[in-house]
């Protein structure tokens, strides 16, 4: 089996900052993309940044200058530092990565269970 477990989270000011951590494990053979998506209520599921296992990296418009994504390949994990929030940014942020397991040839996308980022006065 594989998990993507996501931590970090939670309330800050608007201006304010935080970090998000994925982690994934268990059977896995390689990953390829490591990503974080969010989902606002009543609004579909978004982008947010996304690096592959070579470094190359997307950001979300949105984002850009202000939120930042590193991995480490070697501990399968996946931050993103979030930085001068805004009320815009609130939403449940989850964890993807693009996982071929041990036991399969071919990849597939497994999610965290999400974490919810509230920015707010």
């Known amino acids: 089996q594989v998990q993507v477990v996501e931590s970090g989270g939670g309330l800050v000011q608007p201006g304010g900052s935080l970090r998000l951590s994925c982690a994934a494990s268990g059977s896995i053979f390689s990953i390829n993309a490591m990503g974080w998506y969010r989902q606002a209520p009543e609004k579909q599921r978004e982008l947010v940044a996304v690096i592959t296992n070579g470094g190359r990296i997307n950001y979300a418009d949105s984002v850009k200058g202000r939120f930042t994504i590193s991995r480490d390949n070697a501990k399968n994990t996946v931050v993103l530092q979030m930085n001068s929030l805004k009320p815009e940014d609130t939403a449940v942020y989850y964890c993807?990565?693009?996982?071929?397991?041990?036991?399969?040839?071919?990849?597939?996308?497994?999610w965290g269970q999400g974490t919810q980022v509230t920015v707010s006065s």
């Open positions: 993807n990565a693009d996982i071929r397991s041990i036991f399969s040839t071919r990849s597939l996308g497994y």
